[in-house]
């Protein structure tokens, strides 16, 4: 079953055609990639998933439901959660504190239960702090609870988004370049924890990413977005050899050449 | 130094030196021939000082309450009973401190910065002046007017409601925009408020216009006079100042209140979702937070506050008039936030106390002092407030950007969690 459906979805910047008639699907419980060159489009694609943008034309539908006009924090409620290209975290904020507040949507302490701190407050307080804490043990950074967001290093301020992504419990994730900036062991930590995402979570993920090692390796299905249009889309062995895509990225006369074959060597 | 001492002793020193400076600033005041002394405001000023020791030193529970007791509910109570000034001055402080807390909400947790405040405080001044005064027999017939002064005690949450409604209308079609265009068009709709009480006496006479509304004294009718008018007859107080005391009473119970509220509010969802939506709006809105209500909360929660203390301001001055809601206003409160520290809940409240005390007892005092050499009155310090003001907060931004008290954010713990729950998993 489909759990997301975009259909011709094309956004327009004056003259500039951003995203051009995509059509994309995602089955439940996958893993799929998004690549391109840079300026191909893949982030505005993103936002216009989480209604940061509207789209121009076209359909998005989630889980049945129509998006489509929708405000980010709606989207959020549906049940799409993300992270951000250039990390987006609340600084002055613990990391514990940074997962409650994924929790919004979730909780459900109004004005009131706050002044009066009721039994609702309690209530809803304790399930926020036991789902944080399951979220940060699952990240790996329960130890850091109690450190400000900004002072932590690069990799786990990477990993404290996806904890406060997944504290609004959604049911797929858009993850804009997980490993970008990130050393070759942080890059595999961050691998396992996109697999264990979906497999422990049991959360469909959707992934920008420039990083081919990754996409090959945990992706079940590759799309390629070239200057807003899709050029490409399947399986990654299918992906990596096709000539378009090749052509996308290293030009027209690189398309038959070495590409393929050296990062086929060791990404298999 | 006073760091190094151990706690109990540290403790001691400053329950004995509270207690010492509130014997002998009562017995200054006392003297009816040093009520002209140098010395008395000095002194009165650094026996409150010490509630600032109480709650910003390491002393044990049992000193801060001793301290809080000395100087609150027995000190400045006697103080005012022998010279009302002070009385008045301290009120004044309380007025404001729960205002600038409301303010703080709006800026320091949210990040909103609001020129327009002061129309809040109008709100609710005018509802009270209006109504608890006889200038409603000018537009209602039956001359109802003025109301039983213990209405306002009703007025409060009328005003908190009405304030907060005209907080969100004001609040809804400016909150989409941010930062510096939040600014100005909060500046432009508080001058509209005032405008609006200074013209808002014809066709029909509602405000009195820039004459401004008074509420004639009246013993009989003032809130609380069956209990204000028989204790001053017993104790010969007179009554005035009896009324004083009570609005002191009854201000310090708001302001404890507000501070409660305001903590509360902090260390909830809302709280949360505020100081996240001041980090980062979009990665606030993308975690589910809906920017515009959780803005119009806030916005209205401190337009509450506002609202509320202006009830209070009309009940205690007895006079109101468009002049006391200008501009200058806002930025008086906002200075408050910004002096004590945007956030910080004790900040704000010696922000007030500063601000206030600067302008009502500080500058005149020392103008006084400066009349012993026959200073030209045109060197008087208390005609540069504006100048004090602007020269000290610059200062505060080259010494102390985060304020006097910067905010510390009390943040969730997993130890908030019992016991058996923590000890699953967390080493």
Redesign the interface.
């Known amino acids: 079953m489909m759990l997301l459906n975009v259909n011709k979805a094309r956004k327009v910047f004056g003259g500039l055609t951003a995203v051009n008639d995509v059509t994309f699907q995602v089955p439940e419980k996958s893993i799929i990639s998004v690549i391109g060159p840079n300026g191909a489009g893949k982030t505005t694609f993103f936002n216009m998933i ?1 209604g ?1 943008y509207k789209p121009t034309s076209g359909e998005i539908v989630f889980d049945g439901q129509n998006l489509i006009g929708l ?4 989207v ?2 549906k049940g799409i ?2 992270t ?1 290209q250039n990390i ?7 990391t ?2 940074n997962v ?6 979730r ?1 459900t ?1 109004s ?1 009131l ?3 009066l ?1 009721n039994k609702n ?1 309690k209530q ?3 399930a ?3 789902r ?2 399951e979220l940060l ?1 699952f990240v790996g950074l ?2 850091k ?2 450190e400000l967001a900004a002072n932590l290093p690069y990799g786990e301020q990477r990993r404290l988004e996806i904890a ?2 997944l ?2 419990n959604p049911k797929l994730i858009l993850l804009d370049e997980p490993t970008a900036g990130m050393n070759p062991q942080e890059t595999e930590s961050t691998k396992h924890l996109i697999r264990r995402l979906r497999d422990e979570q049991g959360i469909t993920v959707v992934l920008i990413e420039h990083d081919m090692r990754v996409v090959m390796t945990i992706s079940d299905n590759v799309t390629v977005l070239d200057y807003g249009t899709k050029i490409a889309e399947g399986l990654p062995h299918e992906v990596r050899n096709n000539p378009q895509v090749i052509e996308a990225y290293l030009g027209r006369g690189a398309a038959a050449g070495e590409f393929g074959k050296t990062e086929g060597g060791e990404a298999a | 130094m006073i760091e190094k001492l151990p706690l109990a002793t540290r403790s001691t020193l400053l329950m004995a030196s509270t207690l010492v400076f509130g014997l002998v600033a009562y017995l200054m005041v006392l003297q009816k021939n040093t009520i002209e002394s140098y010395f008395v405001t000095p002194v009165v000023m650094l026996f409150a000082l010490h509630l600032f020791f109480a709650t910003s030193w390491k002393v044990t529970r049992v000193a801060q309450i001793v301290v809080f007791v000395l100087v609150l509910v027995l000190g400045i109570p006697l103080i005012g009973f022998a010279n009302s000034l002070y009385l008045q001055v301290v009120v004044t402080i309380c007025i404001f401190a729960a205002m600038a807390l409301g303010l703080n909400v709006v800026v320091g947790f949210a990040g909103l910065l609001d020129l327009g405040y002061a129309a809040f405080f109008a709100v609710g001044a005018y509802l009270w002046a209006i109504f608890g005064g006889s200038q409603a027999n000018n537009f209602i017939s039956g001359n109802l007017f003025p109301l039983n002064g213990n209405l306002v005690f009703l007025f409060i949450p009328i005003a908190l409601f009405v304030a907060a409604v005209v907080g969100a209308l004001l609040g809804l079609p400016v909150l989409k925009v941010k930062g510096d265009y939040l600014a100005i068009i909060t500046l432009g709709l508080g001058e509209v408020i005032r405008v609006l009480a200074n013209n808002l006496n014809k066709p029909i006479n509602i405000t009195n216009g820039s004459q401004g509304v008074r509420i004639a004294p009246n013993p009989e009718n003032s809130p609380l006079a069956f209990i204000t008018v028989p204790l001053s007859q017993a104790t010969n107080i007179p009554f005035f100042q009896m009324q004083l005391t009570m609005y002191y009473v009854l201000i310090l119970l708001v302001v404890i209140a507000v501070i409660l ?1 305001t903590t ?2 902090d260390n ?6 505020w ?2 939506m001041r ?2 709006e ?10 515009v209500r959780t803005k119009l ?1 806030a916005f209205a ?1 401190g337009a509450s506050f506002a609202g509320a203390m202006g009830v209070l301001y009309a009940a205690v001055i007895g006079f109101i008039s468009p002049n006391d809601f200008n501009f200058e206003r806002s930025t008086q409160i906002l200075a408050m936030v910004v002096l004590g520290g945007l956030g910080s809940i004790p900040g704000v409240i010696v922000g007030a106390a500063i601000v206030i005390s600067l302008n009502q007892l500080v500058l005149v005092e020392i103008s006084r002092v400066l009349q012993l050499i026959n200073l030209p009155p045109r060197f008087d310090p208390t005609q540069y407030q504006q100048l004090i003001y602007g020269l000290i907060l610059i200062a505060m931004m080259i010494l102390r950007p985060k304020g006097l008290v910067p905010a510390v ?1 009390q ?4 130890e ?2 019992e016991h058996g ?1 923590l000890a699953k ?3």
Request: cysteine-free; overall charge positive.
């Open positions: 989480t940061i405000r980010p924090d709606e959020t409620e959660a993300r951000f987006r975290l609340f600084g002055a904020m613990t514990l504190e409650l507040v994924g929790r919004h949507t909780a302490t004005f239960d706050a002044i701190h407050y809803d307080e304790r926020g702090l036991l944080a804490k043990e329960l130890e609870r109690d406060r992504a504290a609004t | 509220f509360r509010l909830s969802r809302i709280g949360r979702a100081v996240a980090e980062d979009v990665a606030a809105q993308a975690m589910g937070i809906p920017l909360i929660t954010r943040p969730a713990k997993l908030n969690l729950e998993g967390v080493k």
